[in-house]
């Protein structure tokens, strides 16, 4: 049923594109009722108003935490045209209906970006605001709604299309919209609260997000993918995208793994990353070394990969990546001749990651009609927590290889085994059920790529060894020095087997399941 606007209360933080709203209420000859800083920019715009107070005919109150809160606005909203009670009580009460409700709340998250100040940012907690939009959605029979200024535009076409009136269509739009802001609006309070006062796992936990753009496609084709801001401080993605295509879910999901172990590095680096697994990884040398160490790791599996950098990528880097064909490339910006040569591949796609930040900390997946949450994992490489149980100690030297094949180890999928020389992967085995199949696809990708590497060289194993099979297999390929949590009720028989072997066995008594 068309509904005849005839009030409408407007209250408006962001004020923009208000001149082009209001004409059209003007031309349909709209009453409009406001408060505040939003009834001075109407009368400054040149146009008729009504403020609140005069409206309720009570003043405003407590520094204005009491305006719109009053029964004659909120009966004018929530009253039911065609309930004759309703009738005859707002009649009783000579109150006016309100069927246009155009509201945006107080700047919450824009207010704990600028300030610390914490009376200042409860100040900030819209109450009034929220309050009508729910008001108003809840009675969208009767009553439009509107939350967004990307939607002035549809409610300018509803208007002149029917008249001066809101087909039910679209007032069950907007109030859907309504309700999912005012749901937003509370979870961002919510979680606000919660990490002031460093509470992960509160009793009651609401997921928030406004949508920052539609995906190509999900894990695939066939799936419709979004991605979404979760962050309270409303920074989004920190990715400036140069040149290419729109990014898919795989995109960003082997993107976020290349931007975490980059993150790792204590030294410019490279890592390529496919199938949200590191086929190559290094840190040794100039960042053109590192580079094509990162690519001779595995140049099969580089192959359609994104490639991620902690450095600038100059003429010379771009013209050996330029090469082979990678999807995404990641670095802290291209110099101009990079861009020239980079440019020329029609579907690689370039980001500039100079502005990106690890911030989550806390990793959600989904269980049913449920869903697990747990902490990110942050623990690294703890060089006063090793453990030398073998006969033979690492040096100084052997010890940063380790480190370096560890941490590595915390971004492979489990089961996972890291082998390593000279601060650049050699082999990767991930995502194995077993540990023994992981160790020998490790070795295997070493003795196809990197088998004279093999020799002196360092095995990281994300778990326990729970059987000898493993250490077995990748003491026989030539690994020197092998790093793993410990833990296993076989240890001992390990740590014989890497005594008779002259190998040296690192425990850190850290476990890095990746699933």
């Known amino acids: 049923m068309p509904i005849k606007i005839k009030n409408a209360l407007i209250s408006l933080s962001d004020k923009n594109e208000l001149d082009k709203l209001l004409k059209v209420l003007q031309k349909f000859k709209i009453n409009i009722i406001s408060s505040g800083g939003t009834f001075r920019e109407i009368k400054k715009l040149g146009y008729k108003c009504t403020e609140v107070s005069k409206f309720t005919k009570f003043k405003e109150m407590l520094d204005g935490r009491v305006k719109t809160l009053h029964p004659k606005i909120h009966a004018g909203i929530l009253s039911k045209r065609s309930n004759s009670k309703h009738k005859r ?63 002035y535009k549809d409610l300018i076409n509803e208007l002149n299309k029917n008249k001066g009136t809101t087909s039910l269509k679209f007032r069950e739009k907007m109030a859907c ?74 995109n960003y999901n082997d993107i976020y793994t290349a931007l975490e172990i980059l993150n790792s590095f204590k ?22 070394v590192t580079f094509k160490n990162s690519y001779l790791s595995d140049p099969i599996s580089a192959f359609g990969g ?28 291209f110099d101009k001749e990079a ?97 023994v199949d992981s160790c020998k696809i490790a070795v295997q990708k070493a003795k196809s790529f990197q088998r004279k590497k093999l020799k002196n060289s360092v095995a990281a194993s994300d778990a326990f060894f729970p059987f000898s099979d493993g250490v077995k297999k990748l003491i026989k390929a030539g690994v020197k020095v092998i790093v793993q949590p410990g833990g296993s009720i076989r240890d001992s028989e390990n740590i014989k087997l890497a005594d008779k072997a002259k190998v040296k066995m690192i425990f850190t008594g850290i476990r890095h399941f990746y699933h």
């Open 89 to 151: 009580e707002m009649s009783k009460s000579n109150f006016n209906y309100i069927d246009l409700v155009i509201v945006n709340f107080y700047p919450f998250q824009q207010t704990i970006r600028k300030t610390k100040n914490f009376s200042k940012i409860i100040e900030n907690i819209d109450i009034g605001g929220p309050t009508l939009v729910r008001a108003a959605a809840k009675n969208f029979n009767d009553v439009s709604v509107i939350t967004d200024k990307k939607d």
């Open 177 to 250: 919209k309504a309700f999912s802001l005012t749901a937003f609006y509370d979870s961002v309070l919510s979680n606000w609260f919660n990490k002031k006062l460093n509470i992960l796992f509160p009793e009651k936990k609401t997921i928030f997000g406004s949508k920052i753009s539609e995906l190509r496609y999900g894990e695939n084709p066939h799936q419709k993918s979004t991605i979404y801001l979760n962050d309270l401080t409303n920074i989004e993605t920190g990715l400036k995208k140069i040149k290419g295509k729109s990014l898919s879910y795989n």
């Open 267 to 288: 030294k410019k680096g490279t890592v390529i990353i496919k199938h949200a697994n590191p086929s190559g990884v290094s840190t040794k040398g100039s960042p053109l």
């Open 306 to 333: 994104i490639v991620g950098c902690n450095f600038k990528i100059n003429k010379n880097i771009a013209k050996e990546m330029s090469k082979i064909f990678f999807e995404v490339i990641l670095a802290k910006k």
């Open 339 to 435: 861009l020239r040569i980079l440019e020329k591949k029609k579907k690689l796609i370039l980001i500039d990651i100079s502005k990106f930040k690890i911030q989550k900390n806390y990793e959600i997946k989904n269980f049913n009609n449920s869903f697990l949450m747990q902490e990110k994992n942050k623990v690294i490489f703890d060089r006063k927590k090793l453990k030398f149980v073998t006969r033979l100690k690492p040096s100084d030297k052997e010890i940063e290889q380790a480190e370096f094949a560890f941490n590595v180890c915390k971004y492979v999928k489990s089961n996972s085994i890291v082998i390593s020389n000279s601060f650049s992967t050699i082999g990767i085995g991930a995502g194995q059920p077993s540990r």
